[in-house]
């Protein structure tokens, strides 16, 4: 009988579906959901935060068992009036600033710095970063993390050397003419998406990676190794966030009162081919 049993639904809330780091993560989410029989149910507010208030209070009506929010625009406000008033069990992850309640994430601080001591170790003295126009919390510690590794190496770190668009291959693409106006030997970029963007921009000048410009990226989305050259990034482990974050949900949804988790997941360096030495 297709209508009887429980409905056993999560819902996610991501910023973006287009971006594969999304993709990845709700893949993992998926995959442990089907072991426990859950159905997801996936929506993208791109960065609308009334639709994506919206769509909390439909899925809250739609009675979903529990709630993955990676999207910083559902707020403090949105998760105490319909979430905490109906006793909703939710994650937040990744973009969410907050830290209420259960919380999956990765030391992005670290991450940062771990890409700009790559880069330093291969002698680049001047290193910019590709960054993004409107930073979640957790893009603005990438930005520290940079900043202070090289500081802490005795570099220059001027504000020109900081290169801001949107979040996107395409913000990447477009800030090409830019990048190249910082004169830098590298360029660190807040995530890979804007790393394959400047690639593009790059390319059409006729010039090369990593000959010109080294390049290391941030998330190790699957495109990063079909790229040519093959992208140097720091990796999230994505599709266990997704698989860790539908766990902890679980044990939320049967242990309501259990004290909140804070779970970090290791982040790495991959070396390919898009840094070298000066
Ligand atoms: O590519 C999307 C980016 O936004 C990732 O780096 C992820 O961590 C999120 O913040």
Redesign the pocket.
Known sequence: NLIMGSAKTIGIII??IT????ATFVRGVEVAAQRGDFIPLVLSGNGNPDLERQYVEQLIQRTVDGLII?SPAVNKDTIDHFLKANGVPYLLI??NPLDDGDRVS?D?YLGAKLAVEHLIKLGHKRIAMLYCDKP?V??AQ?LQGYKDQLQSAGLELTDDLIVTGP?SKLGGYQASEQVLQTKASAVFA????MAIGLYRGLNERGLEVPADLSIVG??N?DLSEYVNPPLTTIA?P?FEMGQVAFRTLLQRIEQPDAPAQKIKLPVELVVRESSRKV
Request: charge should be negative.
């Open positions: 910023p973006n971006n594969p780091f999304f990676a990744d973009q990765t992005d979640s957790n893009q990438r979040l807040v995530n890979d998406e941030y998330d989305i999230q994505v």
